[in-house]
């Protein structure tokens, strides 16, 4: 039975596809070809909180990405079943769509976490900036699958570019940015998901235009919330980096209303009992309830059907998610022992930025510093921005432990190893 939801302008790609006759839909092509490529795989190897491997229960970029698109899926399911006014069996929000952009959502980070994303950004300031979002978009357009015959992105679906298009406001348009844009040739791609049609005057300010989300990328942002701001608390009180003794500091410290007082007892009441992980991961249940649907009328709404609806949000749940987010920042982000491996992980970006801007970007007469295939890449392309682009690309693409290795072999004269030079 053919969904109705979604129209020939959702299902259309960058490029005429092959694959119109396969036994897949669009948007479960657009998952499988996520899941299949070596920079979901990276992933593993990337910080979500805490450094991969520093412990084996930590979540990674990668593990979290999988619980983003599980909540993502439910949420759907969940909206299916109760929103009947809205949904019914010929006309819903596609599982597979939103699972594909849950999945894809975290693609664009860098090594080092957001304190990785928030130094990429400083070095390429003269360049275009960086921003983990508009990495995950060029990702898809212009990296995926890219071979020596020039083949650029994975031809990925009008409503999937969409989902994953959280902001829309190009880094020219703001005065020194630190994030929610998109680089400045990717406006192409803002007028394209648009279909070419002209902005309202109602999207004339930046914040406006970023607000505007299409259904499922709304839908990926709240499962994106709900998963790190119930298990990133998760995995800091298993740590050890939050606990009885300075939650009630906290508490103390603060001024919070008396439901926000009852959120920090009932945390410490289950890490007394031991049973937090369960009380926790019960509240993703909730997280998913706490969703609801809202119409609106907008200028796409003769295109498409993605952009009718507002995802409305339970406010009692909403409020505990900012409660949960501010925890984790002053006790887990602003901690010393944070900063100290947020502080490592900025030296060894930044060396490595200027070191390969140096090599590939201010000159062309250096060195083989990196892969073949990456070092014939840059060197074939004859301008500045673009030539600092690629090398942002390698750095952001790497593992943490692969940037690492790369730090070692340029600025440690006893580290010798020939075994990892790819």
């Known amino acids: 039975m053919k969904n109705k939801f979604y129209t020939d302008f959702d299902f259309e790609r960058l490029k005429p596809s092959p694959r119109d006759s396969d036994y897949r839909s669009p948007f479960q092509i ?15 190897g990337k910080t979500q909180v805490f450094l991969p491997g520093e412990y084996d229960f930590y979540r990674t970029r990668l593990t979290h990405s999988i619980e983003v698109a599980q909540i993502g899926r439910a949420v759907c399911n969940y909206l299916h079943s109760k929103e009947k006014e809205f949904l019914n ?14 999945l894809a959502h975290d693609l664009g980070h860098p090594p080092f976490g957001h304190a990785g994303e928030r130094m990429l950004n400083l070095l390429m300031k003269n360049y275009g900036g960086y921003e983990g979002n508009a990495q995950t978009l060029r990702m898809i357009t212009e990296i995926f699958y890219r071979d020596d015959d020039h083949h650029r992105g994975m031809n990925p679906t009008r409503a999937f570019i969409d989902g994953i298009l959280k902001y829309k406001v190009a880094f020219e348009q703001f005065k020194d940015p630190r994030n929610h844009f998109v680089y400045n040739d990717q406006k192409k791609m803002v007028g394209y998901v648009f279909g070419g049609k002209k902005l309202p005057k109602e999207f004339s300010s930046p914040s406006a ?13 709240w499962a994106d919330d709900t998963a790190y701001c119930i298990n990133d608390l998760v995995d800091s009180i298993s740590g050890g980096f939050i606990n009885i003794q300075k939650l009630s500091r906290w508490k103390e410290e603060n001024k919070l209303n008396n439901a926000q007082k009852i959120i920090i007892d009932e945390i410490i009441d289950w890490i007394k009992a031991g049973n937090f992980k369960k009380k926790f991961g019960a509240l993703i249940g909730e997280f998913v309830r706490a969703c609801g649907l809202s119409k609106r009328k907008t200028f796409l709404d003769r295109l498409t059907n993605r952009y009718k609806y507002t995802l409305v949000i339970n406010k009692e749940i909403f ?38 801007e140096e090599n590939y970007v201010k000159s062309l007469n250096g060195s083989k ?34 940037a690492m290795r790369m730090y070692r072999r340029l600025f440690d004269p006893e580290y010798s190893s020939l075994a990892d030079l790819v």
């Open 319 to 356: 409020e505990r998610a900012q409660m949960y987010k501010k925890i984790s920042v002053d006790l887990v982000f602003r901690s010393s022992q944070l900063h100290q491996i947020e502080f490592k992980g900025n030296s060894m970006i930044e060396k490595l930025f200027k070191r390969f």
């Open 89 to 102: 069996e010929e006309y819903f929000i596609d599982e597979d769509l939103v699972e594909s952009i849950c």
């Open 369 to 402: 510093l990196l892969p073949d295939f990456n070092d014939k890449l840059i060197r074939s392309e004859k301008e500045k921005i673009k030539r600092a682009r690629m090398v942002c690309d390698y750095i952001s693409g790497a593992t943490d432990s692969h």
């Open 30 to 44: 657009d998952r499988d070809r996520i899941i299949h490529s070596s920079e979901f795989r990276r992933l593993q």
């Open 209 to 221: 235009l970023n607000r505007f989300q299409s259904i499922e990328c709304q839908i990926m942002d």
